[in-house]
Each structure stands twice: as C-alpha cells, then as structure tokens.
Antibody, heavy 119, light 108 residues
C-alpha cells in the first residue's frame, strides 16, 4: 500500500516561496504513476496544481504554471513542490497524491498539510 | 477549463435512506469522471472512477452512473460512516486541467 506524507513550513511570508516535500513509502517513486499536488482552500475548494513523472516530465495547471516547480528525488523516494511569489490566496491545505492514468484518478493521498501565507 | 457543478450543496438525510448526488460538467467529459468522499480532517478517498467503476475496497452500496455532462453518485442505504462531503472530478483529455466540483455535504 502506497503511503504519502507531506512536510514543510506551515507559515510562509507573502512574496516568498512555498516549499513542500512528499515522502513516498510502500512503493518506489519509479512506480508507473504520476506524483501530484492538490490543494484545498475554503474559497476555491479542491484545486489540481500539477504532477510529475519519475522521468521529471511535468504537467502543470495553467493557473499555476508561471510560478510552480515540481521535482522528483529518486535517491530519497520523495517529490517536491515549490510555489513562488505566494499571496494570502495561496493559504490552503496542500495534499500530495498519486495519479493513475489513463483514468486520471487520484488513488492515494497524503494526510495534507496546512500552509498559511501571512507576514 | 471544464467547470463541474454539484447539487445540492447540502443534503440532510437519515441512516438507511437512499441518497443520490448530482454532478454536471460544462461540456462533455464522456465517462472521464471520478467521485471522492472526504471526512473532516482527512484527505479525499477515491470511490468511483470512469463514472461507474468502484475503486478497490469500496462497498457495493456506492454506485456511479452517467456519461457526457450528467453524472450521479448513489448510496443505496446510507450508513453512519457515510456522512461526509462528496466531490466529483473530471479528467477528460488529461493532461488538460483536472477539475473538481465544489462538493455536496451529506449530513444528518
């Protein structure tokens, strides 16, 4: 069973970079699925941010594409999210999840981590 | 971007009742639709994908139907553990943007 665990700062200042890591256990990050980020805020509900494959290929939501970076670290079996130039609107619970294609469903989820953007 | 609209926003029901939740897409998504259940403080849990295929270990009381723009999630006999928020998600033409509905809360 795949298990995912998000980690990172719970508080980020406006204009700075939000950085989160998702640790994968119970499976190799070279598994044949995509590694995704989804966030949830009271104002906008669930939002797909994007995903990355083991090769480093990424798909980003156009709404975030100009300020998001994702990466994979095979040596530590983790993948990461960086969201640059954050504002209060980026305050949300951030989830990492597995995305299985071609039915692009989110099979496994981390528990989520709350990130607050505030000075 | 395909907009997903769920109705109703809140549904008040009693255990044992049959529950029907609706999800509408702003354009056809064929059968590229998933349903999730989310309880407070937890991550969403995949229930249904491809509009009608139950995910692993999902009880048979959950069923999905529909295609095109109109979809339904049915819980045949609501159990106490089924009180939660339910979301639909389309994945038509992935990796075009994946989008979720705003959710339906099923409450007592």
């Amino acid at each position: 069973q795949v298990q995912l665990q998000e980690s990172g700062p719970g508080l980020v200042k406006p204009s700075e970079t939000l950085s989160l890591t998702c640790a994968v256990s119970g499976a190799s990050i070279t598994r044949d699925n995509w590694w995704s980020w989804v966030r949830q805020s009271p104002g906008k509900g669930l939002e797909w941010i994007g995903e990355i494959y083991q090769s480093g290929t990424t798909n980003y939501n156009p709404s975030f594409a100009s300020r998001v970076t994702m990466s994979v670290d095979k040596s530590t079996n983790q993948f990461s999210l960086k969201l640059h130039s954050v504002t209060a609107a980026d305050t949300a619970v951030y989830f990492c999840a597995t995305l299985v294609v071609p039915a692009a469903r989110f099979d496994y989820w981390g528990q989520g981590t709350l990130v607050t953007v505030s000075s | 971007e395909i907009v997903m609209t769920q109705s109703p926003a809140t549904l008040s029901v009693s255990p044992g009742e049959r529950v029907t939740l609706s999800c509408r897409a702003s354009q056809s998504v064929n059968s590229k639709l998933a349903w999730y259940q989310q309880k407070p403080g937890q991550a969403p849990r995949l229930l249904i994908y491809d509009a009608s295929t139950r995910a692993t270990d999902i009880p048979a009381r959950f069923s999905g139907s529909g295609s095109g723009t109109e979809f339904t999630l049915t819980i045949s006999s609501l159990q106490s553990e089924d009180f939660a928020v339910y979301y639909c998600q389309q994945y038509f033409n992935w990796p075009r943007p994946l989008t979720f509905g705003q959710g339906t809360k099923v409450e007592i």
